[in-house]
């Protein structure tokens, strides 16, 4: 990964509050932050999941349906790269598990 994790969650909040200014809905917002991170060279698995997971959180906290975000999350994660995302995130990866939860146990 090329950014650090909080590093990285900090540009996925930011570009998600632009687009939802924008008035995009849950269904726009995902690809297009997507898309300014998928098309980076260094783009990999780990940052995918972050930027889902982090948009997970961010659709928790404004309120919005995050189904869309938490489908394609367990999609990506079902994959089986914990030694890929704990070698990326090192010792932030307890700040990873931690915001997983949250996630995953919101309905």
Known sequence: MIFGYDEL?????EDFEGFYKMGFDEEQILPAVLNEYEHGEDFCSTEN????LFLALKYAQNQLDINIVKQKL????????T???ISELGHEYTKYLSD?????THS
């Open 74 to 81: 367990k999609l990506i994660i079902a994959e089986d790269i």
């Open 9 to 13: 969650k900090k540009y996925v909040n």
């Open 49 to 52: 999941i972050c930027v889902h």
């Open 100 to 104: 997983l939860e949250i996630i995953m």
């Open 83 to 85: 030694k890929e995302i």
